[in-house]
């Protein structure tokens, strides 16, 4: 039995937002465009499990989600882009030229060195513009636990972005009593 057509249509306006995010879990062009194939397969495969209340977005980043997890287990080595190879094919692809791309190589280079764990709910929230309930929903943890992994996530972009590294020591621990 094939999905509906309102399903499909449905679908149909996830996939750039879907792509970005894909783009945003392994860094690489042809990885996220397997990603994106991968998760509207598992949708069209499975659109009666779909619940009509739900957002049809978040939904299908959590299925995107689970599908990077399952690549990672299987793979155990994520493949991210080096900056110089970015810098490569915006030269080649007509980007920006001078600071801008320096920026943008420099941001790239600083999501790469978040953990998977905190990148995910940062770019989900900033660049997709969910909640952090729907974030949890997509991640299936608690909503205080993307909320710390966001604040986690930024602190960490703005010292890597400063020219700091990752921090030397974790913050001392207080009992609340």
């Known amino acids: 039995m094939h999905a ?12 750039p937002r879907l792509r970005r995010y894909a783009r945003t879990l392994v860094f690489d062009a042809s990885a996220a465009d397997d990603l994106t194939q991968n998760t509207l397969e598992r949708a069209l495969t499975h659109w009666h499990q779909f619940d009509q ?10 299925i995107a989600h689970n599908a990077f997890l399952d690549g990672r287990r299987r793979d155990a080595r ?12 915006q030269d080649r692809d007509g980007g920006d030229a001078g600071a801008d791309v320096g920026l943008r190589l420099d941001l790239l280079a600083a999501l ?14 900033c660049v997709e513009q969910l ?11 608690p909503m205080g636990t993307v909320m710390s992994r966001v604040c986690r996530a930024r602190a960490a972009l703005r010292r890597f972005l400063d020219g700091g590294g990752p ?6 621990l207080r009992r609340v009593v």
Request: hydrophobic letters at 45%; proline letters at 8%.
């Open 4 to 15: 509906p057509d309102a399903f499909r249509n449905q679908l149909l306006a996830t996939i």
């Open 53 to 62: 209340r739900r957002d049809m977005l978040v939904w299908v980043l959590s």
């Open 78 to 89: 994520l493949t991210i882009t080096d900056p110089e190879d970015l810098q490569q094919v």
């Open 112 to 125: 790469k060195r978040l953990t998977p764990e905190q990148r995910e709910p940062l770019l989900l929230v």
């Open 131 to 141: 909640s952090y309930a729907e974030v949890a929903e997509v991640m299936r943890i």
């Open 167 to 172: 921090a030397t020591h974790s913050p001392a």
